[in-house]
């Protein structure tokens, strides 16, 4: 069982190495070079319609036939159901988990992505942008910390939730906050980046 996973170095691809690393899985990493435009090739394109990595193709998928899979959260959940790993099968426990993802995905994912952006990349300074998107991600901070209260992980047992939002709290010195201020997620994520699997996921593409 083979997967093609094309990637990049960012906080979106970080999920996909972390997860596959974590798994033990066996994979070909061919990475797609994002700050060279190699997102935008046609072969690149003809995997992911939308030009972003992650992506992977999965030589054995469903039915035995290789099988396309885009989005970096349907990428975890893909994989969790192959392996039965990182997330679990009885129904509320796998929906706490789907619902952490959601939040990564459509709050975490977006909001950083414009902290990162108006913080480090735009060509002119738009305080307005800058103050909007840093608010709104120290509040979801400020939700991650108390979601974090009494429980080790976001959902249950360490899983897909934990390594979506891993990799952009990763990024807090780009979205210039201070996790001594969110102790909770400060725990969480020492223990999470304690993790020999996690941790190589974390480095790739070299
Ligand atoms: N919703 C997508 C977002 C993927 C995404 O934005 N990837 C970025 C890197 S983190 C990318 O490929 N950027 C290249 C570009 O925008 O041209 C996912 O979660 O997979």
Known sequence: ???????????????????????????????INIATDDQFTAEFIAINP??????????????GQPYTVI?????????AEKTGKFMPSEMA????VIQWLMFQMGGIGPIFGQVHHFKRAAKEEVPYAI?????????????????LEGRDYLAGDVSIADFATLPWVFRHDWQEVDLAEFPNVKRWYDT?????????????PA
């Open 131 to 147: 103050n909007r998107y840093y608010t709104e991600a120290k509040r979801l901070y400020g939700v991650l910390n108390a979601r």
């Open 192 to 204: 999470l980046m304690a993790r020999p699997a996690l941790a190589r996921g974390m480095e790739l």
């Open 1 to 31: 069982m083979t997967i093609e996973l094309y990637t990049w170095k960012t906080s979106n691809g970080r999920k996909a190495t972390i997860m596959l690393e974590e798994c033990g899985l066996d994979y070909n990493l061919h990475p």
């Open 93 to 96: 426990a796998r929906y706490e």
């Open 50 to 63: 939308n030009s972003k990595i992650p992506a992977i193709v999965d030589r054995d998928g469903p039915n």
């Open 71 to 79: 989005e970096s959260g349907a990428i975890l959940m893909y994989l």
